[in-house]
């Protein structure tokens, strides 16, 4: 079996100490939703990965098919953005809302 060795200039002088020890963050932290233009009390996502209030994005939705549907598709509300989605593909993400509600603390997004 061949190896082959690559090198990534940026990593090139990376010592690896353990999993914790790289963390690569480059996605800009959204404070208010697109649809409500209103704070993130909740985050949630899409199949396309675009970050919204949950109770927000599901409203969006429900107000499109009603409260019982959850298989028919919609468009993302990110201007913009073509991806589709059904209403079991919104997910929370209690990660970026971790993200969120610290850059808060820090003073980092003003809302």
């Known amino acids: 079996m061949q190896q082959y060795k690559t090198e ?35 985050a949630a996502r899409t199949t396309c990965k675009h970050i919204f209030d949950y109770n927000s994005l599901v409203q969006f939705y429900e107000q499109k098919f009603g409260k019982k549907q959850d298989k028919k598709e919609l468009g993302c509300p990110q201007p913009g953005c073509q991806a589709i989605f059904k209403k079991a ?3 929370k993400d209690l990660a970026y809302q971790r993200k969120l509600d ?9 809302d």
């Open 8 to 42: 990534v200039p940026f990593f090139k002088n990376f010592v690896d100490g353990g999993d914790d020890d790289l963390v690569i963050e480059d996605e800009e932290l959204i404070g208010k939703c697109a649809i409500s233009k209103r704070p993130i009390q909740q």
């Open 89 to 91: 593909d919104i997910k």
């Open 102 to 110: 610290q850059a808060r603390r820090d003073g980092e997004i003003s």
